[in-house]
């Protein structure tokens, strides 16, 4: 099984049982997700929930990006709703890591994994528009802008628009930082 994807500065890491206080934690601070996420509260046992439900109906693996010292410093996933096969990933870092260029090597360590282990074409994901650090560590992954998804997510209290990016098969042509051998 799967258990590292080691980068030059980060790993990716499967979120294990013993994650999940960091996670619910993470998610229970606005600052982690930033203005640009829902605001959410659970509780350790809710997150099992949620993620025991979403194992059923999704294909989903959590990742967590860590520093070479091992120090936890965000989340990376890939999720896909059968019977489409349009994966997506999503992230974030903690708030002090952010600007240092370990998201945009959790996110082409994450495209490497993908087209290396799965009969992709596309990988996709989505930001708001006014998410600039986010559309910059994906244009810099190798990510393009397909468009506007207008109203497509109420977060805070309103409903609004989001990019969708996407990264083709051919256009990824070969891995950045994972190799094909063990």
């Given amino acids: 099984m799967l258990e590292l994807l080691e980068g030059k500065n980060v790993n990716l890491r499967l979120v294990e049982k013993e994650d999940l206080p960091l996670l619910a934690k993470w998610i229970d601070n606005p600052a982690f997700f930033g203005e640009y996420n829902p605001l959410t509260q659970m509780s350790q046992t809710d997150l099992e929930k949620a993620r025991e439900n979403a194992l059923k109906n999704i ?18 996933q ?38 290396l282990s799965k009969d992709l074409i596309r990988i996709q994901a989505q930001t708001e528009t006014g998410n600039l650090a986010s ?44 190799t094909k051998s063990p």
């Fill in 59 to 76: 294909e989903l693996a959590d990742f967590l990006i860590e520093k070479k010292d091992g120090s936890k410093i965000g989340y990376i």
């Fill in 78 to 115: 890939h999720f896909n709703y059968p019977p489409v096969k349009r994966l997506e990933i999503g992230f974030s870092m903690i708030p002090n890591e952010r600007g240092k260029g370990y998201c945009t090597e959790a996110v082409r360590i994450m495209i490497d994994y993908l087209f």
């Fill in 135 to 178: 559309q910059k560590v994906l244009e810099k992954a190798g990510f393009s802008k397909e468009g506007n998804m207008r109203k497509c997510d109420f977060s805070r209290g309103e409903w609004r628009d989001s990019y969708l990016y996407s990264i083709l098969r051919e256009e990824w042509k070969e891995p950045k930082i994972l």
